[in-house]
């Protein structure tokens, strides 16, 4: 089994930036992808960047040129830098990570975090 614990979420005004981050822990070895989806009031959980242990990644098209993800691949962690925030980025950010990549993209991933809000709001 995984757990994966997410923090770095809070209040932050438009055009702010936030960390996210996510740590893995227990059967981490079967790990090679991580991402981060969210999840808006009254719409659906969407996906919004994930990387693999090679480095391979994929960004929402709303989220591209402000969002960067990257990974610790040793320590099994993903983090999400998000710069130029925007109302329209609050939701609850939630950590997944699976064994295969197009797994996590297509968000069937098998282990997922309990999310942390984001807030953009003035």
């Known amino acids: 089994q995984v757990q994966l614990v997410e923090s770095g979420g809070g209040l932050v005004q438009p055009g702010g930036s936030l960390r996210l981050s996510c740590a893995a822990s227990g059967s981490i070895f079967s790990i090679n992808a991580m991402g981060w989806y969210r999840q808006a009031p009254g719409k659906q959980r969407e996906l919004v960047a994930c990387i693999s242990s090679g480095g391979r990644t994929n960004y929402a098209d709303s989220v591209k040129g402000r969002f960067t993800i990257s990974m610790d691949n040793a320590k099994k962690t993903v983090y999400l830098e998000m710069n130029s925030l925007k109302p329209e980025d609050t939701a609850i950010y939630y950590c997944?990570?699976?064994?295969?990549?197009?797994?996590?993209?297509?968000?069937?991933?098998?282990?997922w975090g309990q999310g942390t809000q984001v807030t953009v709001s003035s």
């Open positions: 997944t990570a699976d064994r295969l990549f197009q797994t996590v993209v297509g968000g069937t991933s098998g282990y």
